[in-house]
C-alpha cells in the first residue's frame, strides 16, 4: 500500500515515519485529502506563461525605470597669485676722494756766490819712530853682543845689559841745524810694572855717542843719513844701557820718549768763500738769483664709483592647484537605488 507523506508530500511504501523528511505518517483520509489537495494545486503551462510574464515585467521595472540623483565630483582648476620675492642686486654709487699730488716747481732765490780758494795749513807734530831691543835677562852675558845679564859678587848681585835700536824716518837734510834730536827715558820693568827710570838717553851726532849705521859707518852731522835695511829707515845703535839688579827674568828695560823733534807739516785744503757783495763805494751789487726746484704737495678731490649690494623685493606671478567640487545630477536604476539603499 502506497503512503502519502503528509509535509513533503513524498510516497512511501513501507513503514509510519517518512524516510524522506522523517516525519510520522498520516491517515488513508488525510492522505486523500492531501492528494486532492495535490492535485489541486498543479501548475499548468498557462501558469507558467504568467509568471514568466510577471517575472519579466518586474525585470524591465527595475532594470529600465531609472532614478536621478545627485552626485559631488571634485575637480582641479589652475589659480594664479602673486608672491613678494627678495633678490640682490649691485647698485653703484659715487663718493668724494681725497688724494695728494707731489709736483716739482722752479722758483727763484737770492743766494750769496761763492767761490774756492786752496788755504794751506801747517802744524808741527812729533817724528815717528821705532825701538829695537836686543838681549834679555834670560840670556847669559854674551861678550860678543854685549848683551845679557852678568852676575858678580859670586852670583848674588849682577847687571842687566841690554842694547837698544833707535830707528826713524829719512827726514834729514844736508846742513847742521836738522837731525833727529830726542831724549828717552831708561825705564826699568818688572813684567808690566815700572819700577823707576834712573837715566836718559839723548840722541847726538858726530861721535860714538850719536851712534853708527848697521853698515858700520859713523854718522856724521854733515852727512844726509844712513839707510837701513828696515823698511827704508835711519837707524842708529846706542851703547848698551845698564840695569844694576839682582837676577830675575821678568825683569827687562825699556826707552820712554821725554821729548821728540818735530817736523812742519803743511797741507792745502779746498775752502769754500761767499763773496763780497760791497763794491769800493760801498755800494751793494745787484743779487744774483738762482733757480731752485721744490716739491709742493696738493691736495685734490675726485669722484670715485664704488659699488654694494642692495636687497629688494619685487611681486612674481605664480600658479596653484585649488580643488573644487562641482554637482551633477545622474541616473541610475531602480534595481541599483533599492540595492544601496537596503544593501543587498
Not at 181 to 202: Q, R, S, W
Request: hydrophobic share 30%; aromatic share 12%; glycine share 4%.
Amino acid at each position: 500500500m502506497v503512503k502519502l507523506c503528509p509535509h513533503c508530500g513524498k510516497e512511501f511504501s513501507k513503514g509510519k515515519i517518512c524516510p524522506i523528511c522523517n516525519t510520522p505518517l498520516i491517515t488513508e483520509k488525510e492522505v486523500k485529502e492531501a492528494k486532492t489537495v495535490l492535485k489541486k494545486g498543479r501548475w499548468h503551462w498557462y501558469d507558467a506563461v504568467i509568471v514568466l510574464v510577471a517575472l519579466l515585467a518586474i525585470y524591465l521595472i527595475l532594470i529600465k525605470v531609472t532614478i536621478g540623483y545627485v552626485v559631488d565630483e571634485p575637480y582641479t582648476v589652475q589659480e594664479r597669485y602673486e608672491e613678494t620675492e627678495e633678490y640682490n642686486v649691485t647698485e653703484p654709487y659715487t663718493i668724494v676722494v681725497l688724494y695728494t699730488v707731489t709736483q716739482l716747481v722752479v722758483d727763484y732765490e737770492p743766494y750769496t756766490p761763492e767761490k774756492t780758494t786752496t788755504k794751506e795749513t801747517c802744524y808741527y807734530k812729533d817724528t815717528s819712530y821705532t825701538i829695537n831691543y836686543e838681549g834679555g835677562l834670560q840670556n847669559p852675558y854674551n861678550p860678543a853682543t854685549e848683551t845679557g845679564y852678568r852676575f858678580k859678587n859670586l852670583g848674588i848681585s849682577g847687571e842687566y845689559v841690554q842694547k837698544v835700536e833707535i830707528c826713524h824716518p829719512p827726514t834729514r837734510k844736508q846742513d847742521t841745524q836738522s837731525g833727529f834730536h830726542a831724549v828717552f827715558a831708561i825705564c826699568n820693568y818688572m813684567g808690566e810694572t815700572k819700577v823707576d827710570c834712573p837715566n836718559n838717553l839723548i840722541t847726538t851726532y858726530g861721535d860714538r855717542a850719536a851712534g853708527y849705521a848697521k853698515q858700520g859707518y859713523i854718522e856724521d852731522k854733515n852727512y844726509p843719513g844712513v839707510y837701513s835695511t828696515n823698511k827704508g829707515l835711519i837707524c842708529m845703535r846706542k851703547e848698551p844701557v845698564v840695569w844694576q839688579t839682582t837676577y830675575d827674568v821678568r825683569k827687562s828695560i825699556r826707552l820712554e820718549p821725554l821729548s821728540l823733534p818735530q817736523i812742519r807739516v803743511c797741507e792745502n785744503e779746498e775752502v769754500s768763500q761767499k763773496v763780497n757783495l760791497y763794491t769800493e763805494a760801498g755800494q751793494k751789487a745787484e743779487q744774483p738769483m738762482r733757480p731752485v726746484e721744490r716739491e709742493i704737495t696738493k691736495t685734490q678731490y675726485k669722484n670715485e664709483t664704488q659699488f654694494k649690494d642692495v636687497t629688494k623685493t619685487r611681486k612674481i606671478e605664480k600658479f596653484r592647484d585649488v580643488a573644487k567640487i562641482r554637482y551633477s545630477v545622474k541616473q541610475r536604476t531602480l534595481w541599483e537605488e533599492l540595492r544601496l539603499q537596503y544593501h543587498f
